[in-house]
């Protein structure tokens, strides 16, 4: 049973940093795709970023040049630093793995970007 858990969520102010770490277990991870997406309250969940088994990586534009997604297939973990945090990141922040067609998340983690 593949199972993805989220850490690493919090309360920041505006310029600030958040790293969150997601960690696979149950299947293989370095043979998938991954990434985070995000849902802000009365809003649709939206792609943050994604990198592929190979190590390409895309970002939507609301986050380049301020968020970076890297992955260890060692510790199957997929990681998203967040820098120059803004209050219209606050949202509920989610990773997936894709495994043979079917997509997996994890429960969420909150982040919250307020002065």
């Known amino acids: 049973q593949v199972q993805l858990v989220e850490s690493g969520g919090g309360l920041v102010q505006p310029g600030g940093s958040l790293r969150l770490s997601c960690a696979a277990s149950g299947t293989l991870f370095s043979s998938y795709n991954t990434g985070w997406y995000r849902q802000a309250p009365g809003k649709q969940r939206e792609l943050v970023a994604t990198?592929?088994?190979?190590?390409?990586?895309n970002y939507a534009d609301s986050v380049k040049g301020r968020f970076t997604i890297s992955r260890d297939n060692t510790k199957k973990t997929v990681y998203l630093q967040m820098n120059s945090l803004k209050p219209e990141d606050t949202a509920v922040y989610y990773c997936?793995?894709?495994?043979?067609?079917?997509?997996?998340w994890g429960q969420g983690t909150q982040v919250t970007v307020s002065s």
């Open positions: 990198i592929t088994s190979g190590g390409t990586t």
């Open positions: 997936y793995l894709l495994v043979r067609g079917i997509i997996h």
